[in-house]
């Protein structure tokens, strides 16, 4: 085939003409420079996509290079010093931005050698000006709309990106108007893309593996050829070597090669032979003859190698041998050239699942509703024998009622067809349990992501991924990114969680805010895969999608009595339980759910749920709750935060030595130092965040920048002495407990406990071992926790977090107290619930308490209907950072005014968008930073911000969370 090389005009590959349709160049705003094709590149006429097969005859390939250029300043504008940039801060309080990099696609040429071995979603390396840079390829071309330079080289063998993840970080960049570079490089793990050629990156660790060559039989025989030799040696292995283990001493003398008697007379001093006039002959059985043997020449260390290798019964690495026996290089060396063993250097895979061993588990006899569930769940996506017909579900089942179950049923199904799952949780370190369940359940075909992984573990887990070696993937949100071939099946567990999207409290010009939830379902349909979004309480997005029929809507009302192992000892706490009943039910409040009566009926259950094993599973009330007014605590002159109610029932928990939670809000609740006289709450200077009070160490935190302040004895305001500490953190919870109850053995479970590593998992292991008696925590504890012995959950203030002037506020108290409640009452012995609050006429308060999901979402629906807030329309978020005020501000009025002016390009009608502010955003100072923001509320507010050239320092979050 000829090849002709284009000509070269350009010092490096050019802009994609379809791109430059889409510049326009506004000169009387300053914010509107030439707009970047990044945003608008449509995405149905690239050659690329999921069909797209390596062709001898395309010579192009379109390419996204990684090359740095900052999305505020389009081509040929100057941009301002480096220090007027806060993501370039001298100081170093932020650090520079790493992701300032914007992608773009460029084309080049193919040289000979390459011909026909390159395939969208390779990594290569391309001339670029005067560098060397990456690129990812992401389309074959077979003509260049420009002048184009060849590619150099691939920088992996393999491609980094299937097809399908390259059209969605085109579609994930044009969604949240975000820059492709940023996209792709979600799907890429940590240390694969390089800055520059001598960068060694993230590579496959290679070990030497060793196994033995012998039968385990045959070792003691092997090990007499190894070791030293010496003349006494030789002289035992000649006796042994004899049928009557006798030789006459000239006979030795020759075949030893004696020249003294010396060998002779030492091993008779040590009683190893006995020397007869002219005859030698053991003096020991031949077996204690042999082990002398070996000893003499040291076998004792090449025989630990040997035996640590049967014992394993297989291949060991190297490392794993090492940590067995004490050994060396030497040893196994000479092992080896022996041939008794063979070493051999493998690619060992990093596992994050090693050392774990997950009991199997097998299918559970569902329930009615699990069966009404899951038959419509078959009947949609397995009806087929060899395929996954796609479909889409939304699993509303409440806390408890069995979901996991379907998910597994639903993998089960799945792998059948030969295709792939995706398991997405909330947040993983918090639930070992979870993970457990799916890797029990599918043993060796599983495997985790998340955030707590060496980027070794991470780049391993996704080579094997890629390689199609995992069939299952379990993790948060990232795991989505999983580059597995033949997916078939999306699964979001508790789908209302926030944490699916990107955090949204970060800084990140360039960051991609993208929500999981939203990009799964685009997933979903470019692999055809099918997807279950399961929750208690789902989100309003989803049950709002659901009930206008884009969501198959399956409903679990009822909780599964799960811990069969329970109901037997149940039986014998009824009594213990009644006697504790007897002695503080006096103590109690009364009102219309009185303690008395709750756990009386809650008995009556109890005993008529009884069953013996393996039967069906039955099925288990959700606990009560009550809610207690805190405002007539403090009428009844109970000063506590715990109420009467509570307190009595932490007694009664204690007495029947079953576990309680008591959970915190964290949001709002920290303590802080407030003056009695002038009202003066101590802040951040730098922050205007109140500052927390830590008791331990003495000393106040702002949780924002961490800066540490000591605590003033007197008002910095008014000089008063009256300085009080308010609020209640999880340390005064569990002081106020231990003044209560002396002899409860309490857990804190909070961002300052679990610093280290694996301290989750550590934790609730202890909580779990009944080690302690109550769990006092804050978000983390409302997560999947299924405890047995967990008979009382106490919400200590319900309402705090309605205070926040967030819309989506009501939600989330609901969704957390109805999730903190679903953690009472997981077995036989029944639970309850107190909420203490306020508020207590609160919708979402209310709601939860009720277990009442349809009531809340009426509620709520109505209210963000009349104010068009998500999902009865949609938000963008713009938030502008800045040291200096005066740029905050000046930014924001640029900006709204740009945003105006292109709602007027596109000729949108005044009342179908909305800018709301530029205001100080509720957090309104971070580390020394202004931040203001802008929302903008329109059916499609990404359409208003595509056309934009977004200065940096902007941060862009389309569809947000939160707007605090
Ligand atoms: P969810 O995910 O809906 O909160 P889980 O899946 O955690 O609920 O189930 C709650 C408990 O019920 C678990 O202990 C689980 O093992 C048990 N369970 C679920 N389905 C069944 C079943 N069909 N038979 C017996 N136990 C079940
Ligand atoms: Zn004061
Ligand atoms: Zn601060």
């Known amino acids: 085939m000829s090849f002709v090389a284009p000509p070269l005009k350009r010092v490096w590959g050019r802009m994609s003409n379809r791109g430059k349709r889409h510049v326009q160049y506004r000169p009387h705003s300053p ?11 449509p995405m149905n006429n690239r050659t690329s996509g999921l069909s797209a097969q390596p062709n001898p005859t395309n010579i192009y390939v379109e390419v996204i290079v990684n090359v740095p250029i900052r999305r505020s300043f389009g081509r040929g504008q100057n941009a301002p010093p480096a220090a007027e940039l806060p993501g370039f801060d001298s100081a170093g309080e932020v650090e520079a931005d790493e992701s300032s990099a914007s992608l773009q696609t460029f084309h080049y040429h193919l040289p000979p050698e390459l011909l026909g071995s390159v395939q969208p979603g390779h990594l290569v390396w391309v001339p670029f000006g005067k560098q060397t840079l990456q690129g990812v390829v992401v389309g074959l071309a077979d003509a260049a709309p420009v002048p184009t330079k060849p590619i150099k080289r691939l920088a992996r063998p393999q491609p980094v990106l299937t097809p399908a993840q390259i059209e969605l970080s085109f579609w994930i ?4 108007v975000a820059p492709l570079s940023e996209a792709v490089k979600l799907f890429l793990p940590p240390g694969l893309l390089l800055k520059n050629e001598d960068d060694a990156g993230v590579r496959a660790k290679r070990e030497e593996v060793i196994s033995l060559r012998i039968r385990p039989q045959e070792i003691r025989q092997s090990l007499f050829g190894l070791g030293k030799q010496s003349k006494q040696a030789q002289v035992l292995e000649a006796l042994l070597a004899e049928p009557e283990q006798t030789l006459s001493v000239a006979e030795l003398q020759i075949r030893c090669d004696l020249r003294t008697a010396a060998s002779l007379k030492r091993l008779e001093s040590d009683g190893l032979i006995r020397l007869e006039g002219e005859v030698a002959r053991l003096a020991l059985s031949v077996a204690e003859s042999e082990e002398a043997l070996l000893e003499m020449r040291g076998a004792a260390k090449y025989r630990a190698v040997l035996e640590a290798l049967t014992a394993a019964d297989g291949p060991l690495w190297k490392s794993e041998l090492y940590a067995l026996v004490d050994t060396n290089l030497a040893v196994l060396r000479e092992l080896s050239e022996a041939g008794l063993i063979k070493m051999a250097e493998k690619v060992r895979f990093r596992d994050p699942l090693a050392g774990r061993n997950y009991p199997r588990t097998w299918p559970l006899r569902l329930t009615d509703e699990q069966q009404k569930v899951w038959r419509a769940i078959q009947s949609a996506s397995f009806a087929q024998p060899e395929e996954v017909t796609p479909a889409r579900f939304l699993l509303h089942g409440v806390t408890g009622s069995g979901k996991t179950e379907i998910y597994l049923h639903a993998i089960a199904e799945t792998l059948d067809r030969n295709r792939q799952a995706i398991a997405l949780v909330p947040e993983i370190a918090l639930t070992p349990q979870t993970v457990a369940r799916f890797a029990g359940r599918f043993p060796d075909r599983v495997t985790v992501i998340h955030s707590g992984l060496s980027r070794g573990e991470r780049y391993d887990v996704w080579r094997q991924v890629r390689d199609g070696e995992i069939d299952v993937v379990v993790g948060p949100r990232s795991a989505l990114f999983a580059p597995l071939p033949r997916l078939g099946l999306i699964i979001l567990d508790e789908e209302h969680e926030s944490s699916y999207k990107q955090d949204a409290e970060a800084w990140g010009s360039f960051s991609v805010f993208y929500d999981a939830r939203t990009v799964a379902r685009r997933l979903a349909e470019l692999t055809g895969s099918s997807l279950i979004l399961g929750s208690a309480t789902p989100s309003l997005e989803a049950y709002t999608e659901a009930v206008a029929g884009g969501l198959h809507l399956l409903e679990l009302p009822r909780r599964v009595m799960g811990h069969g192992e329970e109901r037997q000892k149940a039986k014998g706490d009824v009594l213990s339980l009644s006697k504790g009943e007897g002695k503080s039910g006096g103590e109690r409040d009364s009102g219309p759910q009185t303690a008395d009566g709750v756990r009386n ?6 005993n008529s749920q009884l069953a013996p094993r393996n039967s069906p599973a039955l099925y ?9 007014d805190m405002r007539q605590e403090l009428r009844a002159n109970n000063r506590s935060i715990f109420s009467r109610s509570l307190q009595s029932e932490l007694h009664a928990t204690l007495d029947a030595q079953e576990q309680a939670i008591l959970y915190l809000n964290r949001r709002g609740t920290n303590t802080f130092v407030l003056c009695r006289d002038c009202g003066h709450v101590e802040e951040c200077p730098r922050c205007e965040v109140p500052l927390t009070y830590h008791e331990r160490v003495s000393v106040l935190v702002c949780h924002h920048c961490n800066a540490r302040y000591p605590i003033p004895t007197v008002c910095p305001e008014c000089e008063s002495k009256r300085i009080k500490f308010f609020g209640s953190g999880t340390e005064r919870i ?4 231990q003044e209560i109850s002396p002899r409860a053995r309490i857990l804190r479970w909070d961002a300052d406990t679990t610093g280290a590593k ?12 009944h080690e302690a008696d109550v769990l006092v925590g804050t978000q983390m504890i409302a997560k999947g926790l299924d405890l047995p012995l967990v008979t009382l959950v106490g919400v200590v203030s319900a309402d705090v977090g309605l205070y926040l002037p967030d819309f989506r506020a009501p939600e989330r108290t609901f969704q957390l107290l109805t999730q903190v409640a679903g953690r009472a009452g997981r077995s036989a012995r029944g639970g309850r619930v107190i909420f203490q609050t306020y508020k207590p006429e609160h919708y979402a308060v209310q709601a939860a308490a009720e277990h009442d999901f349809a009531a809340f979402y009426a509620r709520e629906m109505a209210f963000r209907r009349e104010q068009g807030y998500p999902p009865a329309g949609r938000l963008a978020r713009l938030v502008f950072w800045h040291k200096k005020l005066e740029t905050v501000q000046a930014q924001c009025v640029q900006m709204a005014a740009a945003l105006r002016h292109r709602a007027g390009e596109l000729a949108l009608p005044g009342e179908s968008f909305d800018i709301i502010g530029p205001v100080p955003a509720f957090f309104a100072r971070h580390r020394s930073f202004y931040r203001w923001q802008i929302l903008l509320r ?14 940096f320092g902007w941060r862009v979050d389309v ?5 605090l």
Request: net charge negative; aromatic share 6%.
């Open 31 to 41: 914010l509107c420079v030439p707009a970047h094709i990044r945003y608008n590149r």
């Open 758 to 769: 694996g301290s989750h998992e550590a934790i609730l292991a202890r909580f779990a071992a």
């Open 601 to 606: 009926s809650q008995l009556a259950t109890r």
């Open 173 to 176: 960049a044009d969604y949240y």
């Open 620 to 628: 288990a009330e959700l606990p009560p709750v009550e809610i207690v």
């Open 734 to 737: 569990e002081e106020a407990v």
């Open 959 to 963: 569809d947000p969370m939160t707007v």
């Open 938 to 951: 329109a059916p499609d507010p990404a359409r208003l911000l595509r056309g934009l050239d977004i200065p």
